[in-house]
């Protein structure tokens, strides 16, 4: 299996809080450690993905503008998963989120996704 796996996403109220996780298959397991991962999200399937949060190696973190200071990306190494918590959420965060090396590994290694729904 090439594919990370997310898990974690739901319906909320607008305001809520979510956390995603994302484990890497053991296939990349070698490389999971010195490899930037990013969580993206796609709103629709006919537009592209959007990139939303950004951790290197090292812990270093970025964010698109539109979650700053409500979303954080962190790591656990040991465990080969990347968190993405989520706070004040809003309906236009509704989206499947993936997350991915930054960049990408590959088609192969996009999983199916975890839906978030944000209800106002």
């Known amino acids: 299996q090439r594919q990370l796996v997310e898990s974690g996403g739901g319906l909320v109220q607008a305001g809520g809080s979510l956390r995603l996780s994302c484990a890497a298959p053991?296939?990349?397991?070698?490389?999971?450690?010195?490899?930037?991962m990013s969580w993206y999200r796609q709103t629709t399937p006919e537009k592209e993905r959007e990139l939303v949060a950004t951790i290197t190696p090292t812990g270093s973190t970025t964010y698109a503008d539109s979650v700053k200071g409500r979303f954080t990306i962190s790591r656990d190494n040991s465990r080969k998963t990347v968190y993405l918590q989520m706070r004040s959420l809003k309906s236009e965060d509704t989206a499947v989120y993936y997350c991915n090396g930054n960049p990408p590994w590959g088609e192969d290694y996009w999983g199916q996704g975890t839906q978030v729904i944000v209800s106002s």
């Open positions: 053991r296939t990349i397991s070698s490389v999971f450690n010195p490899k930037t």
